[in-house]
């Protein structure tokens, strides 16, 4: 499961090392007028709620650190892409995929929690990635950028599913 998640952040780390600051943070375009830099934290503060509340088992996703500079420099965002990595890395190697886990999410109304497995909870979270990198696509798009991978924002399955 690591290997699969750490490519997909990798993909993230490729398009930063190729964007400048200007681009990261550009939150000029419509409709949601978020840049590729919120996205970035958006899709990392998931993974960090994560790994902030694996000790207790109780992982809060509404408790999201929201660095706003991360959002403006790419380089903090290639900082902290690098640091999930590293700390999925020996989460993974030191833990069950199968432990109990209580995840707690805002679903629009209050507060809910149910009981996650750690492997669904990292599933979740790598197909959370792959829907920003979609959004993020758009915006790359938009500002006439090439895409960093031709798979960026694709759940692989839908990849397979058009070869077929």
């Known amino acids: ?20 600051d200007e681009t990261y943070a550009d939150a000029s375009l419509g409709p949601y007028y978020a840049s590729i830099g919120c996205h970035v934290r958006h899709i990392l503060d998931v993974y ?6 694996f000790a207790s088992k109780k992982i809060d996703l509404t408790a999201r650190e929201r660095n706003l ?6 380089s903090l965002g290639i900082d902290y892409f690098n640091s999930v990595i590293d700390q999925l ?5 030191n833990n069950d995929l199968s ?7 805002d679903l629009g109304l209050g507060n809910e929690t149910a009981i996650y497995t750690l492997g669904s909870i990292l599933m979740q979270a790598q197909s959370h990635t792959t829907h ?7 915006l790359i798009y938009q500002l006439k950028i090439a895409l960093p991978a031709k798979d960026f924002g694709f759940n692989p399955s839908t ?6």
Do not use: F, R, W
């Open 99 to 105: 432990e109990l886990l209580e995840v707690t999410d």
């Open 1 to 20: 499961m690591i290997i699969a998640i750490e490519k997909n952040l990798q993909k993230g780390v490729q398009l930063l090392n190729s964007i400048s």
């Open 48 to 53: 960090s709620c994560i790994l902030n509340g």
């Open 69 to 74: 500079n991360v959002e403006l420099q790419a």
């Open 132 to 138: 920003h990198y979609a959004s993020i696509g758009y």
């Open 89 to 93: 890395k020996n989460l993974l190697n």
């Open 159 to 164: 990849i397979k599913k058009t070869k077929d």
